[in-house]
């Protein structure tokens, strides 16, 4: 679940800048049937808007539902059978979704579900039937068949009938629609006695379908009304097309040949794409690369293609009637097969650029990408690859990036696995993706991806053998301690194989077994050879790394040995060490590894290994240390989008306000954190004497709050997944105070909203926390963004986070 604005994670690509015109009796139809039953389907034909409609409706109603709403966009995905893994990936959920579901109190907006029809009927019967809290609003040509459920056509906008005065004829929907679409391409236009039958007719031809109006409004820029009219009779609807499909074969002509051939081109994406991916596959032969950007940025302006802008990337998606007519062109050209070649090895450049970093220098000769050969290989490298991870950017990041190319990324591996002569390299990209699956969501698909090419593809031992690895650390994470072994047994043969050089790789992934096991013995042994190249030698940790030590605590260390498993094994070693109860060993190990993982600019290890760190400090009685490295993890988790752990944060700050005295806050935070479990593959791991104290907590708990202590509970599991985190990340529970002299330009009540959103509270939570209305708020947020020049949350959180600097300075 991306924070910190619903808004954000509903809307996604969505949020297009045009305006919501029309449609208040069908969005009032959707909010009214929703009250009543949990399954609303919103269909009609292509173009007719049901999309903008369940959005609207779903937007006006967040507020009935305490765990908020998600989106999921189904246009790009075509196999039924993985279904309930495209929905639990674009939901952040690592763990079980129906039993994530079951807790919660959600809508769930499902767009575009009429080609895996049946597939969504099956899986929403099963999910409302498990979940008495979940509704599901459907778009699609066809209405869900789930017992319960009810549809709500949308019908194409009212068009003129005898009108003729200008006020009369603008009134008409339809009309409404398409001055609104001209005033965009043209803010001089107006609506007059002489040309108001024009426009009455050319909405009577388009049939008030309002893809098809806007698709022709952007021509009103070069054309006036009367002359469109009289190019589209003069173009005419080819014979047995609908109105849909002729004003689009219309667009398609008045197009030039380079922006029809992009046109076309574009249908091999599934879902969005950026620029350079457009460059890089869609160039070549009577498309120059430089001359791509043009045509797209014309497509754009034509309404064929949708411009998606948010705080880390700007990227681009045809509607899917419009896909539709330019895949039917391709058919049978023989340009298909080359677009798909060419679309997956992109995808493999962004999957080897993002997974770099990840190997070790015994590895990468094995593992890393050949030659791709064939006269699309010049045209795609890493550097066209989409801005991948590079050097000194936070890998985080690069996971938060690369996860939105998911769509693309999941069809060029189906791809490579659909070919036995390219199973091997979808083997080698689905290992470059391993950072992704471990922190990006898309875990069970990525172990079942690899566990089925392994008995198919041919591969050198080194491959096989880092996958099989790679399958049994996924396993372990997802809580299959018996599928990891396995996984680990069969690595036996291809390990004797490789040899010695790669036995670090093998031992991290005992030690991780092991661990999760709960064979701490044996974990400690595994995760120190793999750390230190052979064995351990009298309890030495970490001998391949150079420590500058100031006083007991570790200020600097150098890896000598490259590779993250050596990373990955030291927070391990580091968990073991502090589940054994040798809390000052695992203090220095962890002290360590967060030294490394700073060097190695991954924010998401960094992050869980805080969180380890926390731990330690509080059992070692230092609960302010454990509390600021907890709260900073989870500060982390929220601000680069990643789930994992996110749950054990709440947890353990929840731990640390019983500590300190606050027990009030404790109650809320272990009654609300039971939302966020279902986030994760394994609860508790790594901590799995939090569940041992979870009774006596509560008994403890109970008997200081006395009365207030059932007002306690109540409230933590009222909150919302996101009220839960802005609860743990406000000190005490208490809003911050601001210093005004550090935050000119902005008034005191700015720099309160400022100091909020910094805190990953949400514009609705503000306006609560500060007793004021959301649109209040609104307001405060755009001076903010005006004051300072800033576009999203994220600057104003930096900024804070600057002020806040200067202040303890």
């Known amino acids: 679940m991306d924070l910190p604005e619903i808004e954000e994670r509903i809307m996604s690509w969505r949020a297009t800048p045009t305006s919501f015109v029309g449609r208040r009796q069908e969005v009032a139809d959707v909010r009214r049937m929703l009250q009543r039953r949990r399954l609303v389907s919103v269909t ?75 597939a969504c009927s099956g899986l929403v019967r099963s999910l409302l039937r498990a979940a008495p809290g979940l509704h599901v609003l459907a778009t699609s040509r066809q209405a869900l068949r789930v017992p319960g459920g009810q549809a709500v056509i949308v019908r194409p906008l009212a068009v003129p009938g005898g009108e003729s005065a200008p006020a009369d004829v603008a009134r008409v929907e339809s009309v409404s629609l398409l001055l609104d679409r001209i ?33 022709v409004a952007v021509h009103a820029r070069q054309l006036p009304v009367d002359e469109l009219l009289t190019r589209m009779d003069a173009f005419g609807p080819p014979s047995g097309l609908s109105t849909m499909q002729a004003v689009i074969a219309w667009s398609h002509e008045l197009c030039s040949p380079e922006e029809r051939l992009l046109w076309e081109r574009l249908t091999v994406f599934a879902g969005s794409f950026e620029r350079a991916g457009g460059e890089a596959v869609c160039s070549g032969g009577a498309l120059a690369a430089a001359r791509v950007y043009p045509a797209l940025a014309a497509l754009v302006e034509k309404s064929i293609v949708t411009e998606e802008r948010d705080e880390r990337r700007t990227a681009y998606r045809m509607p899917d009637s419009v896909r539709e007519f330019a895949a039917a062109r391709l058919e049978g050209t023989g340009e298909q097969e080359r677009l798909r070649t060419r679309h997956r090895e992109h995808y493999y450049a962004v999957a080897e650029a993002f997974g770099a970093e990840g190997l070790s220098d015994d590895w990468a000769g094995e593992t890393g990408a050949e030659g791709l050969g064939g006269d699309w290989a010049g045209e795609i490298s890493a550097e066209g690859a989409g801005g991948a991870t590079g050097a000194g950017r936070d890998r985080a990041e690069g996971v938060v990036r690369v996860r939105a190319d998911w769509a693309n990324l999941r069809a060029a591996l189906e791809s490579f696995a659909a070919d036995p002569v390219t199973r091997e390299r979808g083997l080698r990209m689905g290992l470059r993706l391993g950072h992704l699956c471990a922190f990006g969501g898309p875990a069970r698909y990525g172990r079942r991806y690899l566990e089925r090419l392994l008995p198919i593809t041919s591969c050198p031992d080194s491959v096989r053998l880092h996958a099989l690895l790679h399958v049994a650390q996924l396993a372990a994470g997802g809580g299959d301690l018996d599928g990891a072994r396995k996984a680990l047994d069969e690595a036996e043969a291809p390990a004797a194989r490789v040899g010695a050089r790669c036995g670090c790789h093998l031992a991290k992934a005992r030690g991780t077994v092991s661990l999760c096991e709960g064979d701490l013995a044996a974990a400690e042994l595994h995760l120190t050879e793999s750390i230190n190249g052979r064995p351990p030698d009298g309890g030495a940790h970490l001998v391949n790394a150079t420590v500058t030590r100031t006083g007991p605590h570790v200020v600097n260390a150098t890896v000598t040995r490259t590779g993250r498993h050596v990373i990955n094994a030291t927070v391990e070693l580091g968990v073991t060490l502090m589940l054994a109860g040798r809390t000052g060993e695992a203090d220095e190990v962890l002290t360590r590894a967060r030294a490394l993982c700073g060097q190695a600019g991954d924010g998401a290890t960094t992050a869980w290994t805080e969180l380890a760190l926390a731990l330690v400090r509080r059992a070692a009685g230092r609960y302010a240390e454990a509390d600021t490295l907890a709260t900073a993890a989870l500060r982390a988790q929220v601000a680069l989008h990643i789930t994992f752990g996110r749950a054990l944060c709440v947890e353990v700050l929840g731990r640390l306000a019983a500590d300190q005295g606050r027990p009030a806050r404790a109650v809320r935070l272990l009654s609300a954190v039971q939302r966020l479990w279902g986030y994760e593959m394994n609860p508790l791991l790594g901590a799995p004497i939090l569940a041992a104290e979870r009774d006596p907590d509560q008994r403890e708990l109970r008997e200081t709050l006395g009365q207030d202590y059932g007002k306690a509970v109540a409230e933590g599991r009222a909150m919302s997944a996101e009220e839960a985190i802005a609860e743990a990340l406000s000190p005490g529970g208490t809003p911050p105070v601001a210093v005004v002299p550090f935050w000119a330009p902005l008034t005191p009540r700015e720099a309160d909203v400022a100091e909020l959103v910094a805190d990953g509270l949400t514009n609705r939570l503000i306006a609560q926390r500060l007793l004021v209305a959301r649109r209040t708020v609104d307001s405060h947020m755009e001076n903010i963004f005006a004051k300072l020049g800033f576009s999203g949350r994220s600057q104003v959180a930096a900024w804070v986070m600057g002020r806040r600097q200067r202040e303890d300075g």
């Open 183 to 215: 005033a965009a391409v043209d803010p001089g236009f107006e609506l007059t006695e002489r040309n108001a039958a024009a426009v009455a007719e050319v909405c009577r031809r388009l049939e008030g379908i309002p893809l098809a109006i806007e698709l």
């Open 44 to 118: 009609g034909i292509a173009g007719v808007g049901k999309t903008r409609v369940a959005i609207r409706a779903a937007q006006l109603m967040r507020r009935a539902f305490t765990d908020g709403i998600e989106y999921v966009e189904l246009s790009g995905h075509t196999d039924p059978a993985s279904l309930e893994q495209v929905i639990a990936q674009a939901l952040y959920v690592q763990g079980d979704l129906t039993a994530h579901l079951s807790r919660r109190s959600q809508l769930l907006v499902l767009d575009t579900c009429e080609h895996l029809a049946d």
